[in-house]
């Protein structure tokens, strides 16, 4: 990535606070850009805003509109009107059957996971098809294409983000914006504390370089398909599965 790539941009992580959503505002930070980490834990937040340097925190819950316009309003006030969005926002849920999976759970899950990732987007890219740039990363998994047992809600989840990010960017496609998903497969966060050590060991046996990924190496795919480097990849998925994914 050249250096200084992202100067004069701004960019909205969601989950920006830790994880995947950490390392891309990193990656983008190092590039020269202005971040804005949108969060619903305000401390962790504050403190990651706090190492990138030219970065604020800002509270947001991504299920909800109303939260989501304020968040906009406060990035577009102390930043700028944002250039990119890396909707990175996210939880598994538990691990059980289709037969024993909790409806509340199923809720929770596919609101932050499918109904949060389309509020952003909704919000953020018809501001961004005016400026006549754009650039939107929506974090997908290799759960989506493949599905994974005792994980219906996150699967779908992740199904409904690929979809999500395949009409959008075909909508978007003459405007200047340009959404894609990457798919990772397993990669080492915090969520880890969210599943079975069993199901953890079953998404691992499915990788043929037996190993998890790292969030450095889902940043580097982001921060490609973010930057003005990325110019003729629009609705596409893309894939940091470690050998796994077979379409």
Not at 89 to 103: D, E, K, L, Q, R
Not at 195 to 224: C, D
Request: proline letters at 4%; hydrophobic letters at 45%; one cysteine or more.
């Amino acid at each position: 990535m050249a250096d200084g790539v992202f100067k004069g941009r701004t960019a909205i992580v969601t989950g920006g606070a830790r994880g995947i959503g950490l390392a891309c505002a990193a990656k983008i930070a190092a590039g020269g850009g202005r971040l804005a980490l949108w969060d619903r834990d305000m401390d962790r937040a504050r403190q990651s805003a706090a190492a990138l340097g030219d970065a604020i925190a800002v509270e947001v819950d991504v299920t909800n509109e109303g939260s989501i316009d304020a968040a906009l309003d406060t990035t577009a006030r102390q930043l700028a009107p944002p250039d990119i969005l890396v909707a990175s926002a996210g939880i598994t849920g538990p691990n059980a059957t289709v037969a024993n999976y909790p409806v509340d759970a199923w809720k929770q899950v596919i609101d932050i996971n499918l109904t949060g990732v389309f509020l952003c987007n909704r919000a953020i890219s018809p501001a961004m098809a005016k400026r006549g740039w754009g650039r939107i990363v929506n974090i997908a998994s290799v759960a989506g294409k493949e599905g994974n047992p005792n994980a219906s809600a996150y699967s779908a989840s992740k199904a409904g983000v690929i979809g999500l990010t395949k009409s959008l960017g075909k909508e978007l496609a003459t405007s200047g914006v340009l959404v894609n998903c990457v798919a990772p497969a397993v990669v080492k966060t915090e969520l880890f504390s969210q599943m079975t050590e069993q199901h953890i060991q079953y998404m691992l046996s499915k990788i043929p370089m037996n190993r998890f990924g790292e969030v450095e190496e889902v940043a580097e795919m982001v921060a490609w398909l973010a930057s003005p480097l990325c110019t003729f990849s629009t609705a596409a998925t893309f894939d940091l599965s470690g050998g796994r994914a077979t379409y």
